[in-house]
């Protein structure tokens, strides 16, 4: 059985159509459904021009109940049948009447109340369907006797949208019918009345797009003036429309019905906003709003029930939730995306929202900013179908690609605020500015991001955050960390749960006696009697900034163990069944004061300046004031240096009496897994698969965090696997934001992003992901202007050194400009060290954007080319077979051996030479130092500033030096990570601002 009928028309419909054999159809529409009075207008007219038919004339006769759906009895005497939604089509939904259709004669009349311009029914295979168009070509089909149907003289009775009324006009063309407009019959095989018909198409085609952008456009503006537009009972509480002495509305212009702000609210506003701000719950904030209600200070505003009250809601939890958060925002507009953590502190601040959220978040926010500032941010639906639509100066904003209509957002002029008995106006109806901000707050934080679907094992996720197992700690009295003097404190770290889904973390504290309770102890809701977790959250911080900065310095610490001239000692962990290693706190201390003496070296630095500064300008008194500030500063250096040595000679004497040494060897795969698998779970929100967060758990253990200002401190201990079974221990600890004490574009600070970018050696991508901003901000705010003032000049050496593929290029210019050298981790020569310098911090570098600004990939193979044996490294190779064999020109290939030289910017360095004197051919470099000399060749590219400042852009992949054989270039030795592969990333409009310049050679 199939659904529709050999004429295509949908079963149902085709039923309620009957089985008569009608010569004319006549059909009268109004807009809204349901409307009795539109329809029976819209009927008169019709039977004032058709009248003369006699079946017209009766059913003209037929009483006006007859029409009602509400009474199909009486419609059924008549002949009368409801059509619904759902029996005009197989994808239409809806059981409301919305057609009526009687058979009289040859006549067929419908009665319909529906738009001509909705789309009503909305189809997955095609383009979704206007019900009325729908209706009119099944009546066609169904009835092939039809030879003429009619309308009132109003064209746009048959269709407002041009598509269906070509359909429609297309189908009674093909079957030989007439149409008939206001008793003017037009038959479309006359070409004059085919012409004539068109000509009406136009006029209802343009009527509906003209009419509806008039009425919209008038709507926007009454928004933008300050304008009402609404009903009173759907109003914010505080304001109701303006009324004469009368008691009559008000319109005023523009503006149309006047919101007029009452002064007798202002108490009560102030009241409920405050209890609010203050964290009561929403049923309590109802049975005050009810309180109220009883004073005759406020009525309950609800358009779909007049008589509802807030005492109605007293007794049922959900309802009193509703009524007390209706008065704050609107039940129906939370955001798609909720605000993160720091979003919303940018916004308690004082930041302007606009700024701060975007335009649903906004509007979720718009009554808490109407009192705050007085300015409504509205939404209006918009009724033009179409995509980039502009009123008023205001475009149209469409949720996805398939919207073609979208909404318009707008901020009203100012509503203005109550007066008081003196005329004095009562900015925010009393209410401050602050508590305001707070009330946003909290209904911000209450957001719930939608529910992940489960599909079975709800508890049972696989995945987990990559670092969560942090045990607590207890620090003495009178050591660092130490927050009581009679007692040790507790410490601790807790997941913090926010509705941003940006996972942080925070660090507690409290008394040790206040964690004794049961056997496993108290857990962290309870600080005392009579104390909160508020007063107990030394600081806030990102999991992701943790396992970013775990990462890295896991990385850095395994590379130093890599180190082939050297022997790494670390101490082997001891059996579960050994005593405690005392050593492991000590370390822990001097990790901790090593990390907090190092801003005090950087303040002393700071008052130096200042008072070279002070005295040059001839102020020797402030000189003097820096000078003194110099003293005291160096006096807490010297006692963290001292207690720094204290340290190291206890676990230097425990050593030497219990320790003995013992060779091993580290598997440092694991180690390699884990960088990878953190640096991950940073990209994915601290996520990760359930398996390696274990890993996580067994292999860093001894967490400890200590607040340090605006930085939160951390170290622990990461087990390494022995192959002889046991763990070495290799101690970490880095620094983090704070971001519980950092607001607004203070988290991206230039210390931050220094440390992050320079001294840890991190990416500017992946720093720009962690502090939430753009690549283009931190090098506009932050990183270039640093680079500048550490004598870091020129544009080529800034860029270079920021695109820098090697971190520890970075790492090493960093040490230098801070003099902040680091023993453990010196480059391999100082002539390379001091080769850095001299080319980053030279003021008349001449470079690219980048730190690799040429494509080096076909130069590679060239070189591989031209070293594949013996007797071409001794001989090379034509230069037009090099230059076939790549796809490359003579003169191309010969510039590797003599570069173009330019009057400014880059230029090449060399990469091969002339094999002969007749300088046909060509081969790679030969190596003139030490035991390469006529054995080995300059056979690796490295296209860096510190490479090609010898005048050679490569390097033997041997001793991995430069050929250059005058100054200091022999004893230049660069690193074994040069040796890697990179390529400019091409593209000649790309920008460093956007993504990073060098690449790795795809080849």
């Not at 977790?533 to 775990?550: G, K, M, Q």
Request: neutral net charge.
């Amino acid at each position: 059985m199939t659904l529709y009928t050999a004429r295509k028309v949908y079963n149902p419909l085709a039923t309620k159509l009957g089985a008569g054999r009608p010569i004319s159809g006549h059909l009268i529409r109004y807009s809204l459904v349901g409307d009795a009075g539109g329809s029976a207008g819209q009927r008169d007219s019709h039977f004032s021009i058709y009248g003369g038919d006699p079946d017209i004339a009766a059913i003209s006769q037929f009483p006006d109940a007859a029409w009602d759906p509400a009474q199909p009895d009486v419609g059924a005497t008549h002949g009368i049948t409801w059509i619904t939604m759902a029996d005009l089509h197989h994808d239409a939904t809806g059981h409301e009447p919305i057609a009526a259709v009687v058979c009289v004669g040859d006549v067929v009349f419908l009665n319909i109340t529906l738009s001509s311009t909705i789309k009503h029914i909305v189809r997955l295979d095609g383009k979704d369907l206007n019900g009325v168009t729908v209706l009119v070509m099944s009546l066609l089909n169904h009835f092939p006797t039809l030879r003429e149907v009619c309308w009132a003289d109003d064209v746009t009775r048959a269709g407002r949208d041009r598509a269906d009324w070509s359909t429609i006009t297309n189908k009674c063309k093909i079957r030989d019918v007439s149409m008939v407009f206001g008793g003017q019959r037009y038959d479309q095989s006359i070409p004059g009345d085919e012409l004539a018909l068109g000509a009406l198409g136009l006029v209802g085609g343009s009527d509906d797009p003209n009419r509806r952008r008039r009425m919209t456009g008038k709507r926007l503006m009454k928004y933008k003036a300050g304008g009402a537009a609404l009903a009173e009972l759907q109003m914010p509480y505080g304001w109701c429309h303006k009324k004469d002495k009368h008691g009559r509305s008000v319109e005023e212009g523009n503006r149309g019905l006047v919101p007029e702000a009452q002064p007798e609210m202002a108490p009560v506003i102030a009241s409920l906003y405050q209890a609010h701000a203050d964290g009561e719950t929403y049923q309590d904030i109802t049975a005050r709003l009810a309180a109220y209600e009883a004073e005759g200070l406020i009525v309950r505003r609800d358009h779909t029930d007049l008589d509802n009250t807030f005492a109605r809601a007293l007794d049922d939890d959900n309802a009193s939730y509703g009524a007390a958060k209706s008065f704050f925002c609107r039940s129906d507009s939370n955001p798609r995306a909720i605000p993160s953590d720091l979003d919303i502190s940018r916004y308690l601040e004082g930041e302007d929202p606009a700024e701060v959220f975007d335009a649903d978040v906004r509007f979720f926010l718009a009554k808490v900013e109407l009192i705050r500032t007085g300015r409504y941010f509205r939404r209006l639906n918009n009724d033009i179908r179409g995509r980039n639509i502009v009123l008023d100066g205001i475009p149209a904003t469409y949720r996805d690609d398939l919207d073609e209509y979208g909404y318009f957002d707008v901020l009203s002029a100012s509503w203005g605020w109550p007066t008081d008995e003196e005329g004095n106006e009562i900015p925010r109806f009393g209410v401050p500015d602050r508590v305001c901000r707070q009330v946003a707050a909290r209904l911000l934080r209450e957001l719930r991001a939608p529910k992940a679907p489960t599909g079975g094992q709800a508890h049972h996720t696989p995945t987990r955050r990559a670092l969560q197992c942090f045990p607590n700690w207890v620090v003495p009295p009178g050591h660092l960390g130490s927050k009581y003097d009679d007692e040790p404190t507790q410490w601790g770290v807790q997941a913090r749960v926010n509705t941003s889904g940006r996972a942080n973390a925070i660090l507690l504290f409290r008394r040790e006696s206040a964690a004794a309770g049961s056997r496993t102890g108290r857990g962290w809701s309870y600080f005392g009697v009579g104390e909160g977790r508020p007063d107990h959250t030394a600081a806030t911080f990102s999991l992701i900034e943790l396992e970013a900065s775990v990462a890295s310095r896991l990385d850095h610490g395994v590379r130093s163990l890599l180190d082939p001239t050297t022997i790494a000692q670390l101490t082997e962990a001891q059996r579960r069944s050994d005593d405690a290693d005392p050593t492991t706190t000590w370390r822990h201390q001097i990790a901790l004061k090593t990390a907090a003496r190092t801003p005090l070296e950087d303040e002393i630095k700071g008052h130096r300046t200042m008072a070279a500064i002070s005295a040059a300008a001839g102020d020797e008194d402030e000189a003097k004031a820096y000078a003194a500030q110099v003293t005291e500063v160096k006096t807490k250096v010297a006692a963290y240096d001292a207690e720094i040595e204290r340290l190291k000679a206890k676990i230097r004497k425990h050593e030497s009496g219990s320790a003995t040494v013992r060779h091993d060897h580290t598997d440092v795969s694991v180690a390699v897994h884990l960088v990878a698998g953190l640096e991950s779970a940073a990209r994915n929100n601290g996520e990760s698969p359930s398996k390696f967060g274990t890993l996580c758990d067994e292999t860093f253990i001894e967490w400890r965090f200590h607040v340090d200002g605006e930085d939160v401190l951390w170290s622990c201990t990461a087990l390494l696997p022995l192959a002889s079974g046991a763990h070495a221990q290799l101690p970490l600890a880095g620094r983090i934001r704070n971001v519980r004490t950092r607001t607004g574009r203070n988290l991206a600070n230039t210390d931050t992003v220094v440390r992050y970018l320079f001294e840890e050696g991190r990416e500017l991508t992946a720093t720009a992901d962690l502090l939430q901003v753009t690549r283009a901000t931190l090098l506009k705010k932050r990183v270039m202007p640093w680079l500048v003032a550490n004598g870091v000049t020129s544009r080529g050496a800034k860029c270079a050194l920021v695109d820098h593929p090697i971190a520890e290029v970075r790492q090493e210019l960093h040490r230098w400009v801070t003099r902040a050298a680091d023993d453990n981790t010196k480059s391999t020569t100082s002539a390379y060290t001091e080769r850095l310098r001299s080319t980053y911090t030279d003021p008349n570098l001449k470079w690219g954007d980048a730190a690799v600004p040429d494509d080096t990939a076909w130069i590679s193979e060239a070189l591989a080319l031209l070293t594949v044996d013996t007797p071409t490294r001794r001989h090379g190779l034509p230069v037009l077979d090099v230059a076939l064999a790549l796809g490359k020109t003579d003169d191309e290939v010969r510039e590797l051996v003599k570069p173009q030289r330019r009057s400014g910017g880059f230029t090449r360095p060399v990469y091969l030479t002339y094999a002969n004197q007749a300088k046909t051919h060509v081969k790679a470099i030969p190596c003139p130092h030490d035991r390469c000399r006529g054995r080995r060749h300059a056979d690796h590219v490295t296209l860096f500033p510190e490479v090609a400042a010898s005048g050679y852009g490569v390097i033997c992949s041997h001793c991995r030096r430069t050929p250059a054989e005058d100054g200091a270039w022999p004893t230049t030795q660069y690193p074994t990570t040069y040796l890697g592969r990179w390529t400019s990333a091409g593209g000649g409009g790309g920008s460093l601002r956007e993504a990073p310049r060098t690449i790795p050679s795809p080849r």
